[in-house]
């Protein structure tokens, strides 16, 4: 079935340094791929998302990157923040049908 | 913050008992899914309804069953609790077909 891999599964970073989180989707028929954070005892926020026929897409501090062939996207947050301690979800779904896996989150700590 | 309400917040239930929580889609969408997200885990698609219709279900028994209702706001129903039925239940809300899926703060059940 429909399976969302991902790693890894804690991260710890100096602040100021970069913070990279990869994943892995199974289904080819996938198009579109949201990131949510969620800080603890919070909902899941979307921070960033990108759809099959982009291969980047970039907001500040934070950008996603996706490989189709490979089935691969990934975050990527530079000069990390302590604010950007949480849990992080890679996520993926076909527009059409809204059904959206999510992979096992990756808690990241950014050290002051 | 978004727009999608969920209630109670907080909820403790013995095992066999039946529980209902609600959920108020953010004004003007009209799909709401369900999901289940355990500690430390990432969330697990319970069901979506799109126009008092369930959509699409995920990997969960029919003791747990849903409405939506004509002003979008759904309900989750669960029979006969079990233990491992303990977890935080999210809902969230969309535009039919692809759009951005927001979430609400959640419902934790405790199931004694």
């Known amino acids: 079935g429909e399976n969302v891999e991902q790693h890894p599964s804690t991260l710890s970073v100096q602040e100021g340094d970069s913070a990279v989180i990869k994943c892995t989707y199974s289904?080819?028929?996938?198009?579109?791929f949201p990131w949510y954070k969620q800080e603890l005892g919070k909902r899941p926020q979307l921070i960033i998302d990108?759809?099959?026929?982009?291969g980047e897409k970039k907001d500040q501090r934070i950008a996603v990157t996706l490989n189709k062939t490979a089935k691969h996207f990934s975050l990527h947050i530079t000069e990390t923040q302590p604010e950007d301690s949480a849990v992080y979800f890679c996520?993926?779904?076909?527009?059409?049908?809204?059904?959206?896996?999510f992979g096992p989150g990756t808690s990241l700590s950014v050290i002051p | 913050e978004t727009g999608v309400t969920q209630s109670p917040t907080h909820l403790i239930k013995t095992r066999g008992q039946q529980v209902t929580l609600r959920c108020s889609s953010q004004?003007?969408?009209?799909?709401v899914s369900w999901y289940q997200q355990a500690l430390g885990q990432g969330p697990q698609f319970i069901f979506q309804?799109?126009?008092?219709?369930?959509?699409g279900r995920g990997n969960f028994p029919p003791r747990f069953s849903g409405l939506q209702f004509p002003n979008y706001s759904s309900e989750l129903n669960v029979n006969a609790l079990e233990l491992d039925d303990s977890a935080l239940y999210l809902c969230?809300?969309?535009?039919?077909?692809?759009?951005?899926?927001?979430f609400g703060a959640g419902t934790r059940l405790s199931v004694l």
């Open positions: 969230a809300s969309s535009f039919w077909q692809g759009n951005i899926q927001y």
């Open positions: 289904d080819s028929a996938s198009n579109y």
């Open positions: 990108i759809r099959s026929n982009v």
């Open positions: 996520a993926a779904l076909k527009t059409s049908y809204d059904k959206v896996i």
């Open positions: 004004s003007g969408h009209n799909t």
């Open positions: 309804y799109y126009r008092e219709e369930e959509n």
